[in-house]
Each structure stands twice: as structure tokens, then as C-alpha cells.
């Protein structure tokens, strides 16, 4: 597959994602996106969460697990670049789709009150995905400082890691915060901004 090829599919990846946050956030009165959590928008009790997790979340995570794996290919040897692409792919891209195909309970069930099956898995998953996908991006940022005609980008790459870590503790450590909903789309968005990065960065060194 062209490198054109596997940087689309990374930018469709993070494209849907941000598409069904943003639409999710819009469709649910009064919903807050400072407060409240993105999972909340796809809740087993939501109208419109089963689209928002088909049309959205679950491709979304398909299409990051397949452009990471794919993305190992396409850019300089490294095996802490492998290990850390391959890694955002299984725990995120997987993550992103385990969620969705597994949302949480009405208002995703903060206290865990005779949670259901599929809230247990939900709750798991994010866990896993928050705790080791930050130091994961900062992995994949120390790889790309050595990637030759990088222009920054291991910076930038290591910049969201560190950001993804800090606020991953904010998320886990104020879980019922007034800001939850902030710490996590931050969280979120600088998990995404690396792979949209590493996406174009691949797209930049193809030959046309």
C-alpha cells in the first residue's frame, strides 16, 4: 500500500473520531463538554448513541489500529517506533472500538453502581487505554526526533505525549471533577493530534 494510501486512512481515523465528539456533544441538550464524558454521548440510554458508535467510534478505531500497524511500514526502522506505533494501535485503535461496541451505562455510571457487563468492559478498557497509550505517544516521539527531514515533528510528538500523561492523572485523580470532560477531550486530542501528525508526516515523504 502507497504511503498516500496509509496516511489517509490514519486521517480518516482521527477525522471520524472528532466528528462523532463534536456531533454527539450537539444532539443531547444541555450536554457539557467540560463536565461531561465522551462516552456519555454514546450511553446505552442515548437516542442517537448506536450511530454515533457504528458511524463513528467503531470505524474510527478500525481504521487507527489498521493505519498504525500500517504506518510501521512506511517509516524509518526503529524498534521503539514499532513497539510504540503498534502499541497505540492495539490499546487505542482497539480501545476506541471495544468501547463503542461495550458504552457505558445512563450517564457511564461514575460510582459503579451495579454496573453492567458491558459498563465492567467499558470501564477496563478506558483504564488500560488512558494508562499506557500517553507514555506510549511520548515512545513514538523519542523515535521520531531521530527520523531524518522531520522538521519538528519529534518535538510535536513528544510534546502531546507529555500533555496526554499530565492530563491523564488530572482525568484519574479529579474523576469527579467539574472539568472531567475538559481533561479527557485533552487527553483525547493530543493522542489524535500524534496520530494525525505521524499521518502526515508519512503523506510529506511520499514520492509522487
Known amino acids: ?6 496516511s489517509v486512512i490514519g486521517i480518516l481515523g482521527v ?15 444541555g ?14 440510554d442515548t437516542k442517537y448513541g448506536i450511530y454515533l458508535r457504528l458511524l463513528g467510534y467503531i470505524p474510527s478505531g478500525i481504521l ?11 517509516l ?13 494501535g492495539l490499546l487505542y485503535g482497539g480501545g476506541t472500538m471495544l468501547t463503542a461496541i461495550f458504552p457505558c451505562d445512563a450517564g457511564c455510571n461514575k ?14 478498557s478506558g483504564l488500560v487505554t488512558y494508562i499506557t497509550v500517553p507514555f506510549l505517544v511520548l515512545l513514538l516521539g523519542f523515535a521520531a526526533l ?24 488530572l482525568f484519574f485523580t479529579q474523576l469527579n471533577s467539574p472539568y472531567g470532560g475538559f481533561y479527557q477531550r485533552v487527553l483525547e486530542g493530543s493522542i489524535l493530534l500524534a496520530v494525525l501528525l505521524t499521518a502526515l508526516f508519512i503523506k510529506r515523504t511520499a514520492v509522487y
Open 31 to 44: 450536554y457539557s463538554q467540560l463536565s461531561q464524558y465522551l462516552s456519555e454521548s454514546y450511553a446505552m
Open 111 to 124: 460510582e459503579m453502581i451495579n454496573p453492567s457487563i458491558a459498563q465492567l468492559i467499558h470501564s477496563v
Open 76 to 88: 524509518p526502522k526503529s524498534k521503539t517506533c514499532s513497539f510504540a506505533l503498534k502499541g497505540i
Open 64 to 74: 487507527i489500529l489498521l493505519f498504525c500497524f500500517l504506518a510501521v511500514t512506511r
Open 146 to 169: 531521530k527520523w531524518k527531514d522531520a522538521k519538528g515533528i519529534g518535538s510535536f510528538l513528544t510534546l502531546c505525549g507529555f500533555l496526554a500523561i499530565v492530563f491523564s492523572i
Open 1 to 6: 500500500m502507497s504511503k498516500i494510501s496509509v
Open 15 to 29: 477525522a471520524l473520531f472528532v466528528i462523532a465528539a463534536v456531533v454527539g456533544a450537539l444532539i443531547i441538550p
